[in-house]
Every structure is written in C-alpha cells, then in structure tokens.
C-alpha cells in the first residue's frame, strides 16, 4: 500500500537516543547503504520525466561530505541533503531508530515539528499532550538557543528521556523567554475529534491518515457533524498517510464514483508513451489521458451535504493536500489558512543494510482539474497566518465560521 508522508528530518524532531545517534560507521557500512540506496532510487523510485539514473553522479559530486560523516547522525544528514537537493519529496534515508520508530505509537522527544531557518528552530507544531506544549512553546515561535548555542539543526534537541534542556524562545513579537524543556516519552497517535461551534457548526479534526487514523470513529464524527448546517475539516499539520484512508474520508464527504483525480505510476506512463509516441509525457497530460481515475466510494454512511471548509498550513501534506484540493474543486470548500507543502508523491519504506530504510517515491498525483500538487501547493481561498494564542480563539477557525455563515465572499 503506497504511504504518503513528508520527509522525516523536516517534519519531526527525531528521538534518538544520543548514543544510537553517534554511533560510528565504517567506510565499509557506508558504502553498502549508498549501494542500497543507488539501487533503490535508480531501479525501484518513478517520477514522471524524472532521470533516475542520474543519481549517482549527482551522489558522487557530494561525496566529500558523506566521506567526512562518521557517525550515523552525520551520515545520515549528509545523504539526507543529497537527496534533498534531488529536488523531490517522499526521499529519505532513514536510521536504525527511526526505521523502528516510524511504526511504534510512542516516542521519545520534545513533541514537536519543527524547520532550519536564520533565526534558529521554527516550530510548526506541537503535539498536544507533548513536553513542549507542557512547557508553553507555541506553533510558529522560534527557538533561538539551545544550552546557550543557536541552533543550527533538529538534531540540537535529540537526547535520551529525562534529558534536559535550556531553551531560548522567541515569539511573534520578539519577545524572548528561557525554559527548561525535558524530553519525555509520549503518544504519537493523536486523537481525532469533533468540536461544535453553536449549533450550526462542527470543526472534525483529523490528525493524520496512518496512525490514529480508524475508520469506524471517523463515520461516528462525520455522523455527528451532519447534524450542523457547515462543517470545518481541520487539516492544518497533518503530514499524510495511507492512500484508502484518504479514499475513506473523501467518501464521507462527497457522493459514491466521484472521481478525483489520478495516480501517475511508472505502469501508467508507459502505457502513455505506447499510445502517444513522440508525445511529451508530462504528468498533466498523462492524467488528462489515464482511463483509470482515483474515486469515492460506497461508504458505510451518508456523504455530508452541508457546506465545507478546508483548514491547511505548511504542515499539511500529500494525501492532506490531495483532500483539500478534491474538496475545493468539487464540493465547493472553502480552504483556509496558508500553503500546504506541496509535497504529494507516493512513497514506500523498504529495509536496506545496516538497519536502516529508504524512503521512496513510486507514483505522481494531478487533480481531476489538471493541477499537479507536487512543488505546487494548495493555494487557500482566505490566507490566515495568524496563529492562536494561549487558549484564545484560533484565528483560522474563527474565519473559517465567518466565511461559511456568509460573512466572506
């Protein structure tokens, strides 16, 4: 089954213990995970147009640093930028430890997602239940200093549980305060939920569509909210996940056979060629082509019939995006928030040496309209960039409500 999921070093603080992390590795280990990991990409990874087998002499003009690397931490930062530079999503090589930790349901960390940038360690997002949350660390605050030093990778805040930190966080209005952060062991699985808003308004929030995703406890919120006249689909920070669970979703919201959209996959492509020799295969002509579309199906309930807005931010990605972009086509929802990632590929995992694993790209995605989202974005109708504060109201929310009761065209 294809898994969508952004990139691991760019959306979660790892937890690997310290002593995994900087675990050294030999010249001879190193180049079996490169063998493992050239044979992955140029043989097994498909995107349309994309020249695979360009990857090792592209890999080769970055060997000094893999070279310099010599523990797992370093090297696997080190090809995780090569791969980065490949210029696609859904490619990451994976440690030992977050080969295992990608399908445990706890973890060990700060609880929260967080991105490079000059100042130090933007957050994008913390985990409710999470020791950042705990200690006051807010989405979009930025942390400046870690025991007295910027901050320069995620990695500045890896540890074992119990190890703490001194922390230096910078708000909106640049104002600065010191924490003591402590990392703990804590549920990676969110709960789903239904709020209401008055009576006739019901946000679903669906955290991710891999763990936490259950199929029976989404129909019994989508139930619930089709009691209200709007509902608002809260997307923002959910990274994706497993293909029929997005397939599931867009069956609670839209009528049984409505296609979609189409995956693109090395099959597909090739049977373009065959039919349209000569003819540019880019992925918009090859899903306006493709027979074959991705559709809803019959579910277990009724579609929700009321109107419907879409919450996104930079976190929401892959399947979140091929979501927002189904329901502002051809339901008519309003999207609201900021850009999504623009990162909607499908991928696998496959085990490799050494104990680490590759993540890969298998297949393309365009909208049933011709929009290609990977490195374009879902574009919110209402952009809201203003982030909640404390346990005040969430500006998002509040224009979501303001545009579905009609006071926003």
């Given amino acids: 089954m294809a898994i969508f999921r952004r990139l691991v070093g760019a959306l979660v603080v790892s937890c690997l213990a310290v002593s995994a992390w900087a675990q050294e590795l030999t010249a001879e280990q190193k180049t079996k995970i490169l063998a493992d990991v050239e044979g992955i990409v140029t043989e097994r990874a498909f995107v349309p147009g994309v020249d695979f087998s360009k990857w090792k002499t592209f890999i080769e003009s970055k060997q000094k640093s893999i070279d310099e690397a010599k523990d797992v931490g370093a090297f696997t930062r080190a090809v995780n930028q090569t791969l980065r530079e490949f210029g696609l999503s859904h490619m990451a090589l994976l440690n030992p430890r977050s080969t295992q930790a990608r399908t445990a349901t706890t973890t060990v ?4 997602s967080l991105v490079v940038e000059d100042k130090g360690l933007r957050v994008r997002a913390v985990v409710p239940e999470g020791p950042a949350k705990a200690a006051g660390i807010s989405e979009k605050e930025v942390i400046t200093a870690v025991n007295g030093a910027k901050p320069t990778t995620i990695e500045a805040l890896n540890g074992e549980k119990g190890a703490k930190f001194k922390v230096e966080v910078e ?6 305060r010191e924490i003591e952060l402590e990392l703990k062991e804590y549920s990676t699985v969110r709960k789903n939920t239904v709020t209401w808003f008055g009576e006739d308004a019901a946000l679903v929030r669906v955290n991710s569509f891999t763990r936490g995703y259950e199929r029976n406890n989404i129909e019994e919120l989508i139930t619930e909210a089709s009691k209200a006249k709007h509902l608002i689909l809260d997307l923002r920070s959910n990274g994706g996940g497993a293909v029929n669970n997005l397939r599931h979703l867009l069956s609670c919201l839209m009528p049984d056979n ?3 959209g189409t995956f693109i996959s090395r099959t597909t492509a090739k049977d373009f060629t065959d039919a349209k020799p000569g003819e540019e295969a ?11 579309k991705a559709k809803t199906v019959k579910g277990k309930i009724e579609p929700f019939k009321g109107t419907i807005a879409v919450l996104i931010n930079r976190g929401s990605a892959s399947a979140s995006e091929i ?6 086509e051809l339901r008519g929802a309003k999207v609201i928030g900021t850009k999504t990632a623009g990162a909607v590929l499908a991928s696998v995992f496959r085990n490799i040496s050494e104990g680490f694993s590759v993540q890969y790209p298998v297949s393309d995605y365009v909208t049933i309209k011709g929009k290609r989202l990977e490195k374009g974005p879902v574009v919110p109708d209402f952009e809201v960039t203003a982030v909640r504060q404390g346990e005040g109201p969430d500006p998002v929310v509040e224009k979501a409500l303001e545009v579905l009761r009609g006071g926003s065209k």
């Fill in 323 to 328: 979501c927002s972009a189904a329901l502002q």
């Fill in 109 to 112: 960390g700060p609880g929260m």
């Fill in 282 to 292: 880019t992925p918009e002509k090859i899903a306006d082509w493709a027979p074959v």
């Fill in 258 to 260: 409505t296609a979609y």
């Fill in 171 to 176: 708000n909106e209005k640049g104002e600065k």
